[in-house]
């Protein structure tokens, strides 16, 4: 696949050298010619000098051929710029923006350009190991009214089948992480002591599931 990534930081220049190792192609976009000096001297990929919403720029880049545009450059308004023009005049679908806002990266979530929120994102890894019950989601969809999130199982449940806790709880077990190994789910996979389970369900309905699976399940 050919990407192209707006912003030659060290988010950027260390993903551009993690997708060639990968057997991609990349081209790197900064307007900042001395920014390519994070690039490693063995680099295949393509500099280009310039701001990442110039149409001229993307098409050096080759953005007309991309697979995917990426951009973490410093700038908020930049970034999710350059992230339409990628998408609506170029046609790109996969686009990924790097918001440091927070508020604006939900508003544009809700439409429909995925971002990456430096602050939430950090949070969130925060809020997961200090408050396991509750804590932010793993995932949002764009429309920000599905999550995956980690939840937490009361000991009473080790030893149900997790097709009769999803029944119970009316939810939808997406995977289970069972000695830092991720599991699917089968008919017969029963619930262990340490497993982390991970439910994909409507964002609104995540306090009800979180109360049920963290109390006893309830006799009939």
Known sequence: MHIVIMGCG????????????????????????????????????????????????????????????????????????????????????????????????????????????????????????????????LWRDPTGTVVLAEVTVHSSWIGTRVTELEGLAKTRVAFINRMGEALTVADDTVVQEGDVLHVIAAENDMDRINKVLAAAPEED
Not at 37 to 61: I, P
Not at 71 to 86: F, H, T, W, Y
Not at 103 to 116: D, M, N
Request: hydrophobic share 40%; charged share 25%.
């Open 10 to 137: 060290r988010v950027g220049s260390t993903l551009a050298h993690i997708l060639e190792d990968s057997g991609h192609s990349v081209a790197i976009i900064d307007r900042d010619p001395q920014a390519f000096r994070r690039l490693r001297a063995g680099f295949r990929g393509r500099r280009v000098t310039g701001v990442g919403f110039d149409r001229d720029v993307l098409t050096e880049a080759g953005v007309e051929s991309a697979t995917a545009f990426v951009a973490v450059s410093s700038g908020d308004n930049s970034n999710i710029i350059s992230a339409r023009v990628a998408r609506e005049t170029f046609g790109v679908d996969n686009v990924v923006a790097r918001i440091y806002d927070p508020r604006r990266a939900e508003v544009y979530q809700r439409l429909g350009i995925p971002t990456v929120a430096t602050v939430r994102w950090t949070a969130d890894q925060i809020m997961r190991r200090i408050l396991p019950e509750g804590a932010e989601p």
